[in-house]
């Protein structure tokens, strides 16, 4: 394997491994009894804090090493929507989410999917936007805040979780007609 080669595969994987983080985000919510342990959050937050390292990290090692492709601008986005819906279902699954937030994700990422799609066939552009960034932060951080959520519950009241849930969705609804509109 040339050098190239080497580091083109070292980008992807750090692109894909936010799926199996994901994957082990919900095994670890969805075998653990509540209340959570103090380990579970631990972990649990370990394993987000990862996922978001290398959202960040990718594309700018691809920039770094000479090794930005048309596979890897696909893969990121993939990789990013797969494992937030498994992050969101799984917290949805346990009570720390509204069920609407996967759901609002998931349409917001297929729509796009679809629309970029659409977009590269002619010949528009179809990188990223500001909202699609705020987005995916606004999602990480209120992943952690929602795991840690039976913590600061009691003293905060049962309106974390809506709360947090709803500026989830809105900021994903914004960020999908953000997408749709014309570029001017």
Do not use: H, N
Request: net charge positive.
């Amino acid at each position: 394997m040339s050098a190239a080669s080497g580091r083109y595969v070292l980008v992807q994987a750090v692109t894909l491994v936010r799926i199996p983080l994901a994957i082990a985000f919900s095994a670890l919510l969805l075998s653990s009894q509540k209340p959570f342990s103090p380990t579970v959050l631990i972990v649990g937050s370990g394993l987000l804090v990862l996922s978001e390292i290398t959202d960040f990290l990718d594309g700018q090692l691809a920039r770094r090493l000479g090794v930005v492709s048309e596979t890897g601008a696909m893969l990121d986005p993939y990789s990013d929507s797969v494992s937030r819906l498994i992050v969101y279902w799984s917290l949805a699954s346990v009570g720390l989410a509204l069920a609407f937030v996967p759901l609002v994700m998931a349409i917001r990422d297929v729509t796009i999917a679809y629309c970029r799609i659409t977009w590269v066939r002619q010949g528009k552009s179809v990188s990223a936007k500001w909202s699609g960034k705020i987005k995916a932060a606004v999602q990480g951080v209120c992943a952690f805040l929602l795991l840690w959520s039976p913590v600061y519950r009691g003293p905060a009241g049962a309106w974390v979780v809506p709360a947090l849930s709803w500026l989830v969705i809105a900021v994903t609804v914004y960020s999908a007609i953000d997408y749709l509109r014309p570029k001017s």
